[in-house]
């Protein structure tokens, strides 16, 4: 059976970091393109970042390039996001999936999905 967890999301001030962790099980983690999404009230599920299987490559929604990194770490089966200078738009709950296709093409075609960790910016 395949798990994603997602854990280290919190409440932080503006102008803080959070590492988010995503440790997957029940698959090929090498296998898999691996991506963050997040979901705000009122707001429909959004791209954050996406990490390729195959090359690494990476690509980032425009409101969070720059400040948020995404890695992965094949050993331990586990994918971060990284968040710098945190701002108030950035709350939400956020998603990590994972995807057999060496592209991404989109959350449609997300194999699999965590349940999310909530992540508040607020002072």
């Known amino acids: 059976q395949v798990q994603l967890v997602e854990s280290g999301g919190g409440l932080v001030q503006p102008g803080d970091s959070l590492r988010l962790s995503c440790a997957a099980s029940g698959l090929s983690f090498s296998r898999y393109t691996m991506a963050w999404f997040r979901q705000s009230p009122g707001r429909g599920r959004e791209f954050v970042a996406v990490i390729r299987r195959t090359t690494s490559a990476t690509t980032y929604a425009d409101s969070v390039k720059g400040r948020f990194t995404i890695s992965s770490d094949n050993a331990k089966n586990t994918v971060y996001l990284q968040m710098d200078n945190l701002k108030p738009e950035d709350t939400a709950v956020y998603y990590c999936?994972?995807?057999?296709?060496?592209?991404?093409?989109?959350?449609?075609?997300?194999?699999?999905w965590g349940k999310g960790t909530l992540v508040t910016v607020s002072s």
């Open positions: 999936a994972a995807d057999s296709s060496p592209r991404y093409t989109g959350p449609s075609a997300m194999d699999y």
